[in-house]
């Protein structure tokens, strides 16, 4: 019933950007913390950015401060994540994450983002 489908990962040389795109079904979007993760080979898990509800809270993984920008447009359903000056480290696959409570937690099928020369 919930869904959660990323779109915007590709190739792209250091220094780039790109733009990710989650979007949403099956939930009431607005009440919902959404996180984009990344996991690269051989690496666990991690918390790439975090927006909260209503307020728009953020918070970013060190690496990624200054560097990218989560948003969200509750209007769309839609969670963004704005990724400029791309490394190579970046290189991940990117999922989106849908968070409520233990019983709500939705995880998207991940988008590959290889940054590379």
């Known amino acids: 019933q919930v869904q959660l489908v990323e779109s915007g990962g590709g190739l792209v040389q250091p220094g780039g950007s790109l733009r990710l795109s989650c979007a949403a079904s099956g939930l009431t979007f607005s009440i919902y913390t959404m996180s984009w993760y990344r996991q690269a080979p051989g690496k666990e898990r991690e918390l790439v950015a975090r927006i909260r509800t209503f307020g728009g809270y953020t918070n970013y993984a060190d690496s990624v401060k200054g560097r990218f920008t989560i948003s969200r447009d509750d209007a769309k359903n839609t969670v963004y994540l704005q990724m400029n000056g791309l490394k190579p480290e970046d290189t991940a696959v990117y999922y989106c994450?849908?968070?409520?409570?233990?019983?709500?937690?939705?995880w998207g099928q991940g988008t590959q983002v290889t940054v590379s020369s």
């Open positions: 994450n849908a968070f409520l409570q233990k019983s709500n937690d939705y």
